[in-house]
């Protein structure tokens, strides 16, 4: 659990990031046990990122290492009486660091970074042509009300797993949370399996020590075994410091990123110049643009006639007024020189990519688009 938890990269706002360092390390080990293991002879990611085949190899070489290790402390360690002190401590580390996940995951839907607003060209992209995870993460992105719920489910647990009183509550409701995200993620091929189902092992960990009781109480009508209980500290005060400070940096980790950019509503978040979707109102007659788009995360996308996207780099020079838009094959760039109105009317003039281009656009409201109207009725009349 520890070694493949801290073996690869999990950038946080304020705390360290050991697998940083060590993943490249892990990456090299990955791509032998790929090869030399598995007989993996067509290339494969050899990366430690979301559901990439160096990651599941990662983890097959983590489950390896952990074994090698705990026969080798059995081995040396046998009259060892600080066994109940050594589990205790490993599900310490397992409450503290599924309660950080869970904490980020959480903030990011209550604040709707993680599920938000469906950039304008997914919400012109007919449905069939969507895949399954755009259509899951474009459905939640445009109910705010369910996605801070669907946040708050995961806080809730973050929350009591950091206290030994509500251990047991807060892993109950986590693992049935985990269990609803894995199903979710394998049902709409959502690139983050195995990180879900690693975290619902580890609801399941920190369960593990009261499973006779859980057993007894659910299934049995015999009267539940002794709880599990956590060893006696000599030096209280400095227990209590240590929680205090742990506590203290998972809760400030996860709020950072909205306290430091102000942003507690992504769906009101400003958004860059140009941001939006535009129809074509005349252009030059090779032009068989329909629509244009100008994505948030810096990408220029049009849409033809037939349906069909394709999108460019963006990078708009707003003290010039040019879009420069780059291309990914063949690699090129150029600058397209624009003009806009207070009526949301775009011109663009330039140089496209070798060809002369010259196009009107009149910005369209996406507010009035059925999807996105805040529409609720308690009765079907």
Not at 34 to 51: K, T
Not at 83 to 100: H, K, M, P, Q, S
Not at 112 to 120: A, N, R, V
Request: net charge positive; hydrophobic share 45%.
């Amino acid at each position: 659990m520890v070694g493949f938890i801290s073996t690869f990269s999990f950038p946080h706002s304020i705390l360290p990031d050991p697998g940083k360092y060590l993943s490249p390390w892990f990456e090299k080990l990955a791509a032998w046990t790929g090869r030399h293991v598995f007989g993996l002879e067509r290339a494969f990611e050899p990366h430690l990122i979301s559901d990439s085949t160096g990651f599941y190899l990662h983890a097959f070489n983590a489950m390896i290492l952990s074994l090698l290790l705990a026969a080798v402390w059995t081995r040396l360690d046998r009259k060892s009486t600080n066994d109940n002190l050594l589990r205790y401590g490993f599900i310490v580390i397992a409450r503290y660091y599924l309660a950080l996940q869970l904490l980020v995951y959480g903030l990011s839907k209550v604040f709707k970074w993680q599920f938000y607003m469906p950039e304008p060209n997914t919400l012109f992209t007919p449905l069939g042509y969507l895949h399954r995870d755009i259509l899951f993460w474009s459905a939640m992105g445009v109910s705010r009300s369910y996605t801070v719920f669907s946040g708050l489910v995961e806080v809730l647990p973050a929350l009591l797993l950091l206290f030994r009183p509500t251990r047991l509550a807060g892993g109950l409701i986590a693992a049935g949370v985990m269990t609803h995200v894995l199903a979710l993620n394998l049902s709409f091929d959502i690139s983050v399996k195995l990180y879900s189902a690693f975290l619902l092992l580890l609801c399941l960990f920190i369960l593990a020590p009261d499973a006779p009781r859980l057993w007894a109480f659910f299934f049995t009508q015999q009267s539940p075994p002794a709880p599990f209980r956590s060893p006696a500290f000599r030096r209280k005060n400095l227990y209590l410091l240590a929680k205090t400070i742990a506590i203290c940096l998972i809760l400030t980790d996860a709020l950072y990123p909205y306290l430091s950019s102000g942003n507690f509503n992504d769906d009101r978040a400003p958004r860059p110049p140009l941001h939006g979707a535009y129809e074509v109102m005349r252009g030059d007659s090779w032009q068989s643009w329909q629509r244009v788009f100008i994505h948030r995360k810096g990408y220029f996308i049009t849409q033809s006639a037939e349906g069909r996207m394709q999108d460019y780099g963006l990078i708009v020079d707003t003290l010039r007024r040019k879009l420069i838009l780059e291309q990914w094959e063949p690699a090129a760039i150029t600058e397209i020189s624009y003009w806009e109105d207070s009526a949301g009317f775009l011109l663009l003039e330039g140089d496209f990519f070798g060809d002369s281009l010259r196009l009107g656009l009149r910005k369209l409201a996406l507010d009035e688009l059925p999807l996105l109207k805040p529409e609720f009725n308690w009765t079907v009349d």
